[in-house]
């Protein structure tokens, strides 16, 4: 049998399939997998470099279902292709415990790269992974030694370029020549409400051109059509963009090309006629003809072969360049230089800010981690994430480990995430605070896959002070702190900025929030002041200092802990013993033993007042019923930033006053 005969087999097998499992779940979205089976089948069969034997093999070639409604596409192909994707988790799609969930989960399905669902999402993940790659290989490879080689394929839908992160993300592949990247443009000119015509008229082929990308158009249902487009696409210096004109429902009689294909499960009728249609025996559920069925057996052999002579050329490459070895596997394993977390405390002396702490901070750990990519939306002075070793990424220059990601929040989020999700890469990057609500929908999947992304987050409150209330976050840091799987660090000075970093660079589960200041800081003098040591950082929240017997408890993050420290001195002058609490981060508290919150909150003392430049919302948990937050609980104003602490309340005064009424009863 001819491949041109091979290809329609497996192709009618996924379109099979996906109408069976759709249909017993009565859930789902059947119209993809069946317009883009003949892409999918093309590029899996001839062109995917992959073993199934390996699922996280380095070297293989990255796929991203960006259009995840369609994942009974992703899931017939694993099955098909030798994944260990049996029938029973086919059976069992969108169903509790199932390895087949609604949209692709990369934390629950072995072979699939990345969680998508929320649309541009796994295009801008694509990007990132194609950016990890020529990184890696132009800093590894050596003299015809490719140890880092592979493409990075990605299936879009119409969703996916209507998504403004899809003008982000792909504005700067084609500026920075990802040329390793080639999207597959599922055209079917159908969404939810009908034709796309009624809210989508872009010259996607000019688009593209005009992000310096290279475009073909196709019928996305001939082989010999995707054969060539893929072949071409390989060749290009630039990221190439896939055209495919394909017929949404391809095969349903009654549905092919109308809006009832893209998310409604075929009724029983329509997927024996589409059966019919397509030449699958109408009873037979999740049929494989017996030719497709050979495909996994063939690719499992294929698969190891290429791992296998991946593994010879690594040691090699060992052999001939030892200390290049050494890097890229610090690199994949995630481990660091010796000298790394030994970062050297600031004096106590003077004032800095924690963003300039923070920047200091990279200028020594950066060339001790060769895995550590930097970048800004724009803000690098201001963000102080550039450090001093740092050369800037660029198509003279792809060596550099410093991105210049241009006014893209949400595109470096989604960016960032694909850059972890590649391996070899620790991504960190930097945006004002408030300009994270930008990019909170990357950040919120950063969090479900608990990748390693580090957010530099500067101009943390109002006290950035003149530029208003349209870049003061207010409600952010309660935000944050609500969202599972993030870890939000606010230190209070440049030591507890040292700790944040370290505690970043060994969060390995799950992305990491550095919540640092514009206005300048003390630096404090633990020893002299009696201050608890900044090492305390890592447990979240901590005793920093306290009077014997102390009655009342004053505890706050950030530079608010220096109101605190104030506060304690104004009620020590009127008799008041206090403890007060700094709390860098809640997530790292809650993470402690019982008795250790006991004791630093401990029950006896129910007079406690919390205060931070930010919603009061999350700080009751922690000073109880009965207790005083001093917060802010509106938006800001536009003024130095001393005046707008005292015109708001966020004093030493108001707290010394919320301690004194509760200890009245008031």
């Known amino acids: 049998m001819d491949n041109t005969m091979i290809y329609k087999e497996l192709a009618n097998a996924i379109r099979g399939i996906s109408i069976d499992g759709i249909g017993l779940a009565k859930s789902g979205h059947p119209g993809l997998p069946l317009g883009m089976a003949d892409v999918a089948t093309v590029l899996w069969a001839k062109y995917l470099k992959h073993n199934p034997n390996n699922p996280n093999w380095y070297d293989r070639d990255r796929f991203v279902l960006s259009a995840g409604h369609g994942s009974m596409l992703i899931y017939s192909l694993l099955h098909l292709f030798g994944y260990d994707m049996p029938v029973e988790e086919l059976r069992n799609f969108r169903q509790w415990g199932s390895d087949t969930p609604g949209h692709p989960e990369n934390f629950i399905t072995e072979g699939v790269e990345t969680t998508t669902g929320p649309l541009g999402q796994g295009l801008a993940n694509g990007v990132g992974m194609a950016l990890a790659e020529v990184s890696l290989a132009t800093r590894f490879n050596k003299n015809g030694h490719n140890i880092t080689n592979h493409y990075t394929y990605v299936i879009a839908g119409d969703g996916d370029l209507q998504e403004g992160i899809s003008h982000e993300v792909c504005s700067f592949a084609g500026h920075n020549q990802l040329g390793k990247l080639i999207v597959f443009y599922d055209n079917n000119n159908i969404s939810i409400d009908g034709k796309t015509d009624l809210s989508y008229s872009d010259n996607t082929k000019l688009r593209f051109n005009s992000y310096h990308w290279d475009v073909f158009q196709i019928d996305g249902h001939h082989t010999k059509s995707i054969e060539n487009a893929i072949e071409q696409a390989q060749k290009t210096p630039k990221p190439s963009l896939i055209i495919c004109d394909t017929k949404i429902g391809y095969g349903s009689p009654n549905r092919e090309g109308t809006s009832k294909a893209h998310g409604e499960p075929f009724p029983e009728e329509e997927i024996k006629l589409t059966k019919e249609a397509l030449g699958i025996p109408v009873d037979a559920q999740f049929y494989v003809s017996e030719e497709a069925g050979k495909i996994a057996e063939k690719t499992l052999i294929k698969g190891a072969d290429l791992e296998k002579q991946w593994r010879e050329h690594f040691k090699n490459y060992q052999l001939k360049y030892p200390e290049l070895a050494t890097q890229f596997k610090m690199c994949l394993d995630g481990k660091f230089g010796n000298k790394n977390l030994d970062i050297p405390e600031f004096p106590p002396e003077g004032e800095m800010a924690t963003r300039t702490a923070s920047g200091t901070v990279l200028n020594y750990i950066e060339p001790h981690i060769p895995s550590l990519i930097g970048g800004s939306a724009d803000l690098t002075p201001s963000n102080n994430t550039l450090a001093k070793t740092q050369i800037a990424f ?261 707290v010394t006053s919320s301690i004194i009424q509760q200890r009245k009863g008031v």
């Open 394 to 654: 660029s198509t003279k220059n792809q060596k550099g480990r410093y991105i210049h990601y241009g006014v893209r929040e949400h595109g470096m989020g989604g960016i960032m995430n694909g850059m972890a999700l590649h391996g070899g890469v620790i991504p960190y990057a930097g945006t004002f605070f408030v300009f994270s609500d930008y990019m909170r929908p990357a950040m919120r999947m950063a969090a479900l896959m608990r990748l390693q992304c580090i957010y530099v987050l500067t101009h943390d409150s109002i006290g950035l002070g003149e530029d208003g209330p349209t870049h003061q976050p207010v409600a952010h840091l309660t935000s944050f702190r609500a969202m599972p799987n993030i870890l939000v660090l606010r230190p209070m000075d440049a030591n507890e900025t040292v700790m944040c970093w370290k505690v970043a660079l060994e969060q390995k589960k799950g992305p990491t929030c550095l919540v640092l200041t514009r206005q300048k800081l003390p630096v404090y003098d633990r020893k002299k002041l009696e201050y608890a040591s900044a090492e305390n950082t890592k447990k979240g929240a901590y005793v920093l200092t306290e009077d014997k017997d102390f009655s009342a408890i004053v505890m706050s993050s950030g530079s608010e802990v220096e109101i605190a420290l104030q506060a304690k001195e104004n009620l020590n002058q009127k008799g008041i013993k206090v403890r007060v609490v700094s709390v860098p981060s809640f997530e790292l508290f809650e993470q402690q033993s019982n008795s250790y919150k006991r004791e630093i909150l401990p029950t006896a003392i129910r007079v406690r007042s919390a205060v931070e430049a930010g919603a009061s919302l999350c700080w009751w948990k922690y000073v109880g019923s009965g207790g005083k937050v001093i917060g802010l609980d509106r938006f800001g104003g536009s003024a130095p930033y001393k005046t707008l602490y005292d015109k708001f309340g966020i004093t030493a005064k108001a």
